[in-house]
């Protein structure tokens, strides 16, 4: 599976953002997708997650009520709508998959078997 994130941009507090990320291959319904996300001089964080079927997400406190994790596997693709941006949420975004996501394992990187390029979002005024 190859994943390609975009979207990303320079927004003002408050403001809103969706991100896609695009994936290739015909299994991608098969995997749960992943949202983290990096700041400068941090470590990548968990942001959501979803499972295969779309029926179940899953978020970091940080987000919830802000940011809307979905999919369509017609399309092969899994967006992030951001919204009530703060500037906090400034960071490099990135999108993974996991063939089996576990729950208790969620948030950690090791759980996710591939990874899609970043895509900057800019929180400024």
């Known amino acids: 599976v190859q994943l390609q994130a975009s979207g990303g941009g320079l927004v003002r507090p408050g403001g809103s953002l969706r991100l896609s990320c695009a994936a290739s291959?015909?299994?991608?319904?098969?995997?749960?997708m992943g949202w983290f996300r990096q700041a400068p001089g941090k470590e990548r964080e968990f942001v959501a997650a979803?499972?295969?079927?779309?029926?179940?997400?899953y978020y970091a406190d940080s987000v919830k009520g802000r940011f809307t994790i979905s999919r369509d596997n017609a399309k092969n693709t899994v967006y992030l709508q951001m919204n009530s941006l703060k500037l906090e949420d400034t960071a490099v975004y990135y999108c993974?998959?996991?063939?089996?996501?576990?729950?208790?394992?969620?948030?950690?990187?090791?759980?996710?078997?591939?990874w899609g390029q970043g895509t900057q979002v800019t929180v400024s005024s």
């Open positions: 291959g015909r299994t991608f319904s098969r995997y749960s």
């Open positions: 979803i499972r295969w079927s779309g029926g179940t997400t």
């Open positions: 993974a998959a996991s063939k089996t996501l576990i729950l208790s394992t969620i948030a950690t990187l090791p759980q996710y078997d591939y």
